[in-house]
């Protein structure tokens, strides 16, 4: 019998961490045509950003970061946001618009 599970047969279900669930989920099928690896979902796969969270990255010099906290009004959350569109584009010239207004400056 071709195409039906067999009595007794064993069904393999692969999991995988998944830190945005903080836990074990399901992963996909094996050589699906989404670019994922076996074990991973496609929002998982290499390059792939949706599942993952926004991050500053590092390292900032912690001088830089003190001189703009001493800064007035929303100084710092302006150069935060600056050095994530920095780390985001992999530059070191990025063009500041409106999204900033999303950290309420």
Not at 39 to 57: L, V, Y
Not at 82 to 100: D, H
């Amino acid at each position: 019998m071709m195409g039906k599970a067999m009595a007794g047969s064993v069904e393999e279900i692969r999991y995988r961490w998944s830190g945005g669930a903080q836990g074990f989920v399901a992963g996909s099928v094996a050589g699906s045509m989404t670019g994922a690896t076996a074990g991973q979902s496609p929002k998982d796969a290499p390059g792939s950003t949706a599942a993952r969270p926004a991050f500053i990255k590092g390292p900032l010099p912690m001088h830089w970061v003190r001189a703009a906290a001493q800064l007035p009004g929303k100084t710092l959350h302006v150069g935060l946001y600056l050095w994530y569109l920095a780390g985001l584009t992999k530059s070191t010239t990025v063009v500041l618009s409106a999204r900033v207004a999303e950290l309420g400056v």
